[in-house]
């Protein structure tokens, strides 16, 4: 319902359409996750038009723990009703890397 699926036995987390247009996570010792969404709504504005991580755009349909829970971080989607490319970036680690 965040919008952040993790992959079992990996620290990465593939991305997908969070439903709450605002939700902060406490990850402890003063840090946090911050994940808001604009423009979208549950019942058909749910794909993800495009993301910026720590205030930087996102091309990758995934995160690692150390880009938004090691030291904590914001996750900023923008969602609309259609299906958009927007992750064209690299692919997510193997299980094996």
Same mark, same amino acid.
């Given at each position: 319902?965040?919008?952040?699926?993790?992959?079992?036995?990996?620290?990465?987390?593939? $991305?997908?359409?969070? %439903?709450? =247009?605002?939700?902060?996570?406490?990850?402890? =010792?003063?840090?946090?996750?911050? $994940?808001? /969404?604009?423009?979208?709504?549950?019942?058909?504005?749910?794909?993800?038009? /495009?993301?910026?991580?720590?205030? =930087?755009? %996102?091309?990758?349909?995934?995160?690692?723990?150390?880009?938004?829970?090691?030291?904590?971080?914001?996750?900023?989607?923008?969602?609309?009703?259609?299906? =958009?490319? %927007?992750?064209?970036?690299?692919?997510?680690?193997?299980?094996?890397?």
């Amino acid at each position: 319902m965040i919008g952040l699926y993790p992959l079992t036995g990996q620290t990465t987390f593939l $991305i997908g359409s969070p %439903w709450f =247009e605002r939700l902060e996570i406490n990850l402890g =010792e003063g840090k946090t996750l911050l $994940i808001t /969404s604009t423009g979208g709504n549950q019942d058909d504005g749910y794909y993800v038009q /495009s993301l910026e991580v720590n205030g =930087e755009k %996102w091309d990758r349909a995934w995160v690692a723990w150390d880009d938004v829970f090691a030291s904590g971080g914001r996750m900023d989607f923008v969602l609309g009703r259609e299906p =958009e490319r %927007w992750a064209n970036g690299t692919l997510p680690p193997g299980p094996a890397s």
